[in-house]
């Protein structure tokens, strides 16, 4: 082996070494997705979203990294609480439909998380995150 091919060896076991700690992430709904729907049709609204109480099982972690074998492997954490993510993609969906966030409201939205996954499945050469479910 080349000097060069052994350090590009070890770059490759660091990474992927990396690939099974524990994450934290930014976890944010991506604004290209907020789209006008069934909401939009509604006539415009003053709305208060309230603050929503996490119910969920385990609070401290979003998810966990999988191996191919679908084994556990490192735990994954958001760097915002859950329950701020998802008011700030309901606000986001409600702007996007013409709705205004406002202390004096017409309509008021509560809620409770009682359930927000995420999980990754690691590959030869990626990771896939993937999302879902917040209930």
């Known amino acids: 082996m080349t000097k060069r091919t052994t350090t590009l060896f070890a770059v490759a076991l660091l990474a992927s070494g990396c690939a099974?700690?524990?994450?934290?992430l930014k976890v944010r709904y991506?604004?290209?997705?907020a789209a006008r729907g069934p909401l939009s049709s509604v006539e415009p609204r003053r709305v208060e979203i309230?603050?929503?109480?996490?119910k969920r099982p385990e609070i401290d972690k979003?998810?966990?990294k999988k191996n191919s074998?679908?084994?556990?492997?490192?735990?994954?954490?958001?760097?915002?609480?859950v329950p701020e993510v998802?008011?700030?993609?309901l606000a986001l969906e409600l702007a996007k439909n013409g709705h205004l966030l406002e202390?004096?409201?017409?309509?008021k939205l509560t809620g409770d998380v009682t359930e927000f996954w995420f999980h990754s499945n690691?590959?030869?050469f990626t990771i896939e995150f993937v999302g879902g479910n917040v209930c």
Do not use: C, N
């Open 20 to 24: 099974f700690t524990d994450a934290t």
């Open 62 to 64: 979003i998810g966990w």
């Open 103 to 107: 202390p004096d409201p017409q309509v």
């Open 86 to 89: 998802v008011r700030d993609a």
């Open 50 to 54: 309230t603050p929503f109480a996490d």
């Open 69 to 81: 074998y679908g084994m556990k492997t490192a735990t994954i954490f958001s760097e915002k609480p």
């Open 122 to 124: 690691i590959g030869f």
């Open 30 to 33: 991506d604004e290209a997705l």
